[in-house]
Nanobody, 127 residues
């Protein structure tokens, strides 16, 4: 499995932008579909975005489609989440996640198929 460390969270006004980064350890990074999830206070953790092993396919939750972009750089073992037009309802702890194994595709990425989680980074959007 991979170890994941997120960075880039912070406080931003509504309508602003943030870019989250996730650094992964391990030589087999390109083996895993990767994704971002988030958890707001008092709510369940939810899917935000996923990207396939080589970045050819991406998937988004309806709530962020058109505003967020997931990308990866396998040479650097990095995954990114560019967040634009942020809304107060985007406030949450954001978690980077890797699929359980190489059989988990980006389309299958869900809490039940995650093998590794990062520690999370707080994103707060003020109105």
């Amino acid at each position: 499995q991979v170890q994941l460390v997120e960075s880039g969270g912070g406080l931003v006004q509504a309508g602003g932008s943030l870019k989250l980064s996730c650094a992964a350890s391990g030589r087999t990074f390109s083996t895993y579909a990767m994704g971002w999830f988030r958890q707001a206070p008092g709510k369940a953790r939810e899917f935000v975005a996923a990207i396939s092993r080589w970045g050819s396919s991406t998937y988004y939750a309806d709530s962020v489609k058109g505003r967020f972009t997931i990308s990866r750089d396998n040479a650097k073992n990095m995954v990114y989440l560019q967040m634009n037009s942020l809304k107060p309802e985007d406030t949450a702890v954001y978690y980077c996640a890797a699929g359980r194994d190489s059989t988990v595709t980006s389309k299958m990425l869900a809490i039940a198929t995650i093998g590794s989680w990062g520690q999370g980074t707080q994103v707060t959007v003020s109105s």
